[in-house]
Nanobody, 125 residues
Framework: QVQLVESGGGLVQAGGSLRLSCAAS????????MGWFRQAPGKEREFVAA????????YYADSVKGRFTISRDNAKNTVYLQMNSLKPEDTAVYHC??????????????????WGQGTQVTVST
């Protein structure tokens, strides 16, 4: 059974940076797509970024393109989300998610099988 554990959230001032980590365990992830989503209070879960474990293709929401970078470390079975130039509107709980296969619907939460518990990111003005 796949398990995902996020870390790295916290409080940061606008313009600052954070790096989130998602440690994955339970199997090999050769065909998986890994995603980051976020959910602010009173809002729906929103796609942030995704990466294909094999080949490393990356995908971003327009709202974070140029500021966030998703990457993976195969040896550590860990996916990262480097977040730069943070804005107050980036404040949310960030969740890591795993999908067994790549799908053109990688931006939809329903494409993912397994979710982490989430880590809070708060950006102050």
């Amino acid at each position: 059974q796949v398990q995902l554990v996020e870390s790295g959230g916290g409080l940061v001032q606008a313009g600052g940076s954070l790096r989130l980590s998602c440690a994955a365990s339970g199997r090999t992830f050769g065909d998986y797509t890994m995603g980051w989503f976020r959910q602010a209070p009173g809002k729906e879960r929103e796609f942030v970024a995704a990466i294909r474990w094999s080949g490393g293709g990356t995908y971003y929401a327009d709202s974070v393109k140029g500021r966030f970078t998703i990457s993976r470390d195969n040896a550590k079975n860990t996916v990262y989300l480097q977040m730069n130039s943070l804005k107050p509107e980036d404040t949310a709980v960030y969740h890591c998610a795993a999908a067994r296969y790549y799908s053109l619907s990688y931006y939809q939460p329903t494409s993912y099988d397994t979710w982490g518990q989430g880590t809070q990111v708060t950006v102050s003005t």
